[in-house]
């Protein structure tokens, strides 16, 4: 038998179990991911056969060495105690040029010169220069037209959803849905009106938020939510917490959306009748409210359905999409989900896939539960959309059961 006495601890308890080396690279990439995101296009673009002249090496040099420096200190600046919103600005601004700019050094850098040299397009430096010229480009145009994209009104996406329980006195009823409008540090109070007007043209039975209106406490974001207010709907205005407002005391945007006449679903429901019909809207909180520390908080499904008929239809409002294992066990019609933006600046969002069941639009999950999925209305952080633009959704619900339009 092997001796393992040398293994115990003095005091008889367990020895507590080490992490693991996944663990342990994790606490390593809040520092690795700032200077990668730095360092692979200065090495692609000035390092790999380009012969630049001293001076544009040098300077090009300290430019990629300058941000791995202010990036964080412009984020820490922005998002942390201090809250500063210029830095902040700064700091997401940086953030969104590197990944663009690493991403597109990586994908010119093997591919391009590779196919430049199986053309015999000019010498090795000629086309390692070509290289960082298409990077460069590249960058340049799709940080421009990202940005423009992040701070346009969204289009609205249109759908028409079967429920297989809806009663043919819902069929046709009309639910918006906006969610991320992640009000910050660039001020979008005009954005905001806009985009509640076009809600507003949408003549929406429903409007649904579903969470994450801002970045930031409620009293200091109050101006660019204000026109929430604004919004209309023929039945009611609904509002679950997403995961941001657990970083911004959560309280404050539910009692403030209170006040804007939206009605809080924190774990409950109402009843929506048309027809001699009812459909169950219900919403829960995010599922970080479980770790919030914040009194009566929390994702529970059980009691946002609590009292319902379990024969009626229920549309069910949830931050983020991993919700829906729950939705679908618990046997609910449709899930309204945010949280992913559709990845917000590509090929970021295979990243987002390794958390979320969806990324975007209309996917099923068990035998009868529906998510819906919206890109987000606004944008977070880096004030750039590549590839995964905003939306306004309307959704058009229908029933099997109702008669055929004349």
Not at 297 to 308: D, I
């Amino acid at each position: 038998m092997t001796d393992t006495s040398d293994t115990r601890p003095a005091d008889g308890g367990e020895r507590a179990p080490q992490p693991g080396w996944l663990h342990r690279l994790m606490r390593w990439i809040p520092l690795i991911a700032p200077l990668l995101l730095w360092a692979v296009p200065c090495w692609v673009l000035l390092y790999t056969g380009q012969h630049w002249p001293l001076p544009v090496t040098l300077i090009g040099t300290f430019l990629f060495v300058l941000g791995p420096v202010c990036m964080p200190l412009a984020m820490v600046r922005g998002h942390g105690r201090r809250q500063e919103d210029r830095a902040a600005i700064i700091g997401d601004t940086l953030l969104g040029t590197s990944w663009v700019l690493f991403t597109w050094s990586v994908l010119t850098g093997v591919p391009l010169r590779f196919a430049l040299a199986v053309a015999d397009a000019g010498g090795p430096e000629d086309r390692a220069r070509a290289v960082t010229w298409a990077a460069l480009g590249i960058t340049a145009a799709l940080l421009t037209w990202g940005h423009a994209e992040a701070r346009r009104v969204p289009r609205v996406r249109r759908l028409d959803v079967p429920l297989p329980r809806l009663g043919p006195g819902l069929d046709g009823t009309r639910v918006v849905l906006v969610t991320d409008t992640h009000y910050g540090p660039l001020d979008r109070a005009r954005w905001s009106a806009r985009v509640c007007a076009r809600v507003n043209a949408l003549e929406a039975d429903l409007v649904c938020h579903t969470g994450d209106i801002a970045d930031g406490t409620a009293e200091r974001r109050r101006a660019q939510a204000a026109p929430l207010a604004t919004v209309r709907a023929t039945r009611a205005r609904v509002y679950v917490t997403g995961n941001h407002e657990y970083y911004s005391e959560a309280q404050g945007w539910v009692d403030l959306m209170d006040e804007l006449g939206w009605e809080p679903l924190r774990n409950r429901h109402l009843l929506l009748e048309r027809g001699g019909d009812t459909l169950v809207v219900a919403g829960v909180d995010d599922v970080t409210a479980d770790s919030s520390g914040l009194p009566d908080h929390r994702a529970h499904l059980a009691g946002a359905l609590s009292g319902a008929d379990p024969g009626l239809p229920v549309l069910l409002l949830a931050h983020q999409p991993k919700f829906v294992d729950r939705a679908a066990a618990a046997g609910v019609d449709l899930q309204l989900s945010g949280h992913t933006h559709g990845g917000q600046i590509w090929p970021f969002h295979h990243l987002v896939r390794l958390d979320q069941p969806a990324l975007a639009g209309l996917s099923r999950h068990g035998a009868r539960t529906l998510l819906y999925t919206s890109r987000g209305t606004g944008f977070w952080g880096p004030p750039f959309r590549v590839f995964a633009p905003s939306e306004i959704t309307l959704l058009v619900l229908r029933s099997p059961h109702a008669p055929p339009a004349p």
